[in-house]
């Protein structure tokens, strides 16, 4: 059975196992280094809003948070773990939090970024309501130009 709850401090150290390569962590947390650290993890928790996890059977699946709240507020640091891939987590994990930022905060406006090369979490996005807005060039960890792509909860 899944269940979501706001994230202890106890389940930081199974969601820093969830990237498996720079390159999932650079998708899932920037400004992270690799490997995810619990410290790293738990000082980006504390300067965000209502951090989530799915769990099923008491084993956390996924995690999620705000990074803005309010009248608009943007998902972020949303991340599956490895063997919970393809089940649909994702998908409910994302919807669980439109939902939280229409109810708790009553939003007007929900959104998402996205980088370029991250194309299951685009295809994803589009998927549950999300359509681009805009788009800003970035630097990810080998110093490439990608896009980070805006997106809106229509």
């Known amino acids: 059975m899944l269940r979501f709850r706001a994230d202890t401090e106890m389940d930081l150290n199974a969601i820093c196992s969830f990237p498996q390569s720079p390159e999932e962590l650079y998708y899932f947390f920037p400004k992270a280094s690799y490997p995810l650290s619990f410290e790293q993890l738990a000082a980006a928790f504390a300067q965000r809003s209502d951090s989530t996890v799915v769990e099923e059977n008491g084993k956390v699946l996924g995690f999620a948070n705000f990074y803005r709240w309010g009248d608009t507020c943007s998902i972020g640091n949303m991340v599956i773990a490895p063997m919970a891939r393809g089940r649909g987590m994702a998908k409910l994990l994302m919807q669980h939090m439109i939902a939280l930022a229409y109810s ?24 549950i309501g999300f359509l681009p807005y805009d788009i800003e060039q970035r630097q990810d960890i080998t110093g490439d130009n990608v896009a980070l792509v805006y997106m809106r909860h229509m």
């Not at 708790?104 to 998927?127: D, G, P, Q, W």
């Open 104 to 127: 708790k905060f009553r939003a007007s406006e929900v959104t998402v970024s996205c980088f370029n090369h991250n194309t299951i979490a685009l295809l994803l996005y589009k998927k």
